[in-house]
């Protein structure tokens, strides 16, 4: 059974930047789509980025659009999403997520089977 362990999360200060990292625990040679994802108390899951099985083309929410980067490092099996110029609104607990075999990225949080336990990220201001 795949696990996703998701690190990184922290405190930081609005501007500032921080590199989440997803390591693929027990997966097979496959390579599908994953994503990240936050949620804040009091709100639904959002989508913040994924990409693709077949070539890692990312895929961004508008709102970190040219402020965040995923990558995936196959030989690791680790998904990043690199977070830059930080801001109040980006505080939330973020998710690590796999679409399992599927290699087409999806915005939907409920298109993905594999779930980590999650990182908090607070930025304050």
């Known amino acids: 059974q795949v696990q996703l362990e998701e690190s990184g999360g922290s405190n930081v200060q609005a501007g500032g930047s921080l590199r989440l990292a997803c390591v693929v625990v027990?997966?097979?040679?496959?390579?599908?789509?994953m994503g990240w994802f936050r949620q804040s108390p009091g709100k639904e899951r959002e989508f913040v980025a994924a990409?693709?099985?077949?070539?890692?083309?990312?895929f961004y929410a508008h709102s970190v659009q040219g402020r965040f980067t995923i990558s995936r490092d196959r030989a690791k099996a680790t998904l990043y999403l690199q977070m830059d110029s930080l801001n109040t609104d980006d505080t939330a607990r973020y998710y690590c997520?796999?679409?399992?075999?599927?290699?087409?990225?999806?915005?939907?949080?409920?298109?993905?089977?594999?779930w980590g336990q999650g990182t908090q990220v607070t930025v304050s201001s």
């Open positions: 990409v693709e099985g077949v070539e890692d083309r990312p």
């Open positions: 027990g997966g097979t040679l496959t390579h599908p789509a």
């Open positions: 997520a796999s679409r399992r075999s599927l290699l087409a990225y999806s915005p939907f949080w409920n298109d993905y089977g594999d």
